[in-house]
């Protein structure tokens, strides 16, 4: 799963620094920011955050959407809420054939650009979270499905989007030890030069084949790791700086 990210300024503005120029970037500071919750030093997808996605419409300006995807066949805001918990995360071994994301698969997906996501590891009976992330500390892009929605009531409309998730490699599977879960997971994480090849549109089985292709785990070489404070209950910080620094538990062995 990942259901809890960090998400600077900085790390979501990585892409668009890359393919624009200054003035571009100051457009989308001033025009999109104040409609995020940036920056996310953590927040829990089950909050349904706002911030920035790069989409294969849009492939090098990014759009503010909704974490929690919500089809283009839900009909109301009841069915939404009902629907919204379960489409934070899109197993990708599915995606092309669950009803909740095959369209967005087809034709719908997206980069969003992290500084490192959460885990919790399991250890005599108590969860420790975990922030993960690349050991030269660069922003990284997960793989994500989006959707447009339109509220019939409203005749408005919201991006959303989810993450697709993928098996964990041999240090998530240290990490994500939750004994309900079937196997560790963990997001699709897409090497740089890898990024663009998500956006490509499919037009026949082989296109489909490149991007299921790029479903898989990213090394563990590349990654690293620390605990940090609790994300849940009285002692958690909120969405502040210091919430990802290490945080020691003496008694935690790992």
């Not at 489909?208 to 994300?231: D, G, M, Q, S, W």
Request: net charge negative; proline share 6%.
């Amino acid at each position: 799963m990942c259901v809890d990210i960090k998400a600077t300024l900085e790390g979501q503005l990585k892409r668009a620094r890359q393919k624009n120029n200054t003035r571009t970037v100051e457009e989308i500071i001033d025009n999109l920011i104040p409609f995020t919750d940036l920056p996310i030093y953590h927040a829990s997808g089950y909050s349904h955050p706002e911030l920035l996605i790069y989409t294969d419409r849009y492939p090098n300006l990014p759009e503010v959407a909704t974490w929690g995807l919500v089809p283009q066949w839900v009909e109301d805001e009841k069915q939404l809420k009902k629907q919204w918990n379960n489409t934070l995360n899109a197993r990708g071994e599915s995606i092309f054939t669950k009803v909740s994301f095959s369209e967005s698969a087809k034709s719908k997906r997206c980069l969003i650009y992290v500084d490192g996501f959460y885990e919790h590891h399991h250890y005599n009976g108590k969860t420790y979270p975990f922030l993960i992330y690349r050991k030269d500390h660069e922003p990284f892009a997960l793989a994500g499905l989006w959707s447009e929605w339109q509220n019939p009531d409203t005749r408005g409309t919201m991006n959303t989007f989810t993450i697709v998730t993928t098996s964990g490699n041999s240090m998530m599977a240290k990490i994500h030890n939750n004994p309900k879960s079937k196997e560790p997971r963990m997001p699709v994480i897409l090497p740089s030069e890898l990024e663009d090849y998500w956006l490509n549109p499919i037009n026949d089985e082989l296109d489909k084949l490149k991007i299921e292709e790029l479903i898989k785990e990213f090394p563990e070489e590349n990654l690293t790791a620390h605990t940090v404070n609790r994300l849940r209950g009285k002692q958690y910080l909120g969405n502040v700086e210091n919430i990802s620094d290490k945080f020691v538990y003496e008694e935690l062995i790992f």
